[in-house]
C-alpha cells in the first residue's frame, strides 16, 4: 500500500527554525514533493527531492532519504505569513500522492 | 491563460443530480491531476491523465464519478448520482511532464444539499 506520514499541527515562533518531518511507504518512488497551502487557496509548490540529501532554497531547505522513506522540511527565520499548511506528497509510479499536510502556527 | 483554470468555482447541486466539474490545464502540459481535499485533509488523489488517457484511475471511490480529457487539454470530472457526502473540493493540477512540479487550479468547491 502507500502510506505517507506526518505530523498534523506544529506551532513556532516568529523568526524561529522549524522542522517538519515526513515519513513515507510507496511503490514505484521517483521523489518527494513539498507544497505549501494557506487556508482556502491553492497549493503552492515549495520543493522536489529526488536524490538523498539536502536542497536549500533561501529560508527553505527540504532533505530527503530513500532508504529510509524519510524528509524534511526546514523553514528559517519564521514569518507570520508563513502559517500554512505544508503538504508532503511522494511521487509514486507518476502519480503525485500527499499525506494529510501540517498545519504550521507562527506566533509573534 | 496563464495558470490552470477550474469552473465553476463555486457549486451547489442537490443529493442525486448529475455535475460536471472543468479544468483548463496550462497550455502544454501533458500531465493533468484530479483531486478531492476535504477540509483540514490532504489531497486526495483520485484520477491522473498523460495526454488524452487516463494513466492511473485508482483514486476514483466508485463508478460514479469519471473523468475525461478527450484532446489531451481540457479535463471534465463527471460525478453522477452525487450524495452529501461528495461535498469537498476538487482540486486540479497540470505539469509538463512526469518528473516535474505540478501546477494547481483554485478548485470547485461543490456542496451536495
Known amino acids: 500500500g502507500q502510506n505517507i506520514d506526518q505530523p498534523t499541527e506544529m506551532t513556532a515562533t516568529e523568526g524561529a527554525i522549524v522542522q517538519i518531518n515526513c515519513t513515507y511507504q510507496?511503490?514505484?518512488?521517483?521523489?518527494l514533493f513539498w507544497y505549501q497551502q494557506h487556508a482556502g487557496e491553492a497549493p503552492t509548490f515549495l520543493s522536489y527531492n529526488v536524490l538523498d540529501g539536502l536542497e536549500e532554497k533561501g529560508r527553505f531547505s527540504s532533505f530527503l532519504s530513500r532508504s529510509k522513506g524519510y524528509s524534511y522540511l526546514l523553514l528559517k527565520e519564521l514569518q507570520m505569513k508563513d502559517s500554512a499548511s505544508y503538504l508532503c506528497?511522494?511521487?509514486?509510479?507518476?502519480?503525485?500522492?500527499f499525506g494529510s499536510g501540517t498545519r504550521l502556527l507562527v506566533r509573534p | 491563460g496563464a495558470g490552470v483554470s477550474q469552473t465553476p468555482s463555486n457549486k451547489v447541486t442537490e443529493k442525486g443530480k448529475y455535475v460536471e466539474l472543468r479544468c483548463d490545464p496550462i497550455s502544454g502540459h501533458t500531465a493533468l491531476y484530479w483531486y478531492r481535499q476535504s477540509l483540514g485533509q490532504g489531497p486526495e488523489f483520485l484520477i491522473y491523465?498523460?495526454?488524452?488517457?487516463?494513466?492511473?484511475d485508482s483514486g476514483l471511490p466508485n463508478d460514479r464519478f469519471f473523468a475525461v480529457r478527450p484532446e489531451g487539454s481540457v479535463s471534465t470530472l463527471k460525478i453522477q448520482r452525487t450524495e452529501r457526502g461528495d461535498s469537498a473540493v476538487y482540486l486540479c493540477?497540470?505539469?509538463?511532464?512526469?518528473?516535474?512540479?505540478?501546477?494547481f487550479g483554485q478548485g470547485t468547491r461543490l456542496t451536495v444539499v
Open positions: 510507496t511503490s514505484g518512488f521517483n521523489g
Open positions: 493540477a497540470s505539469s509538463p511532464d512526469l518528473n516535474t512540479e505540478a501546477f
Open positions: 506528497g511522494a511521487h509514486s509510479s507518476y502519480k503525485l500522492i
Open positions: 491523465f498523460q495526454g488524452t488517457g487516463a494513466a492511473d
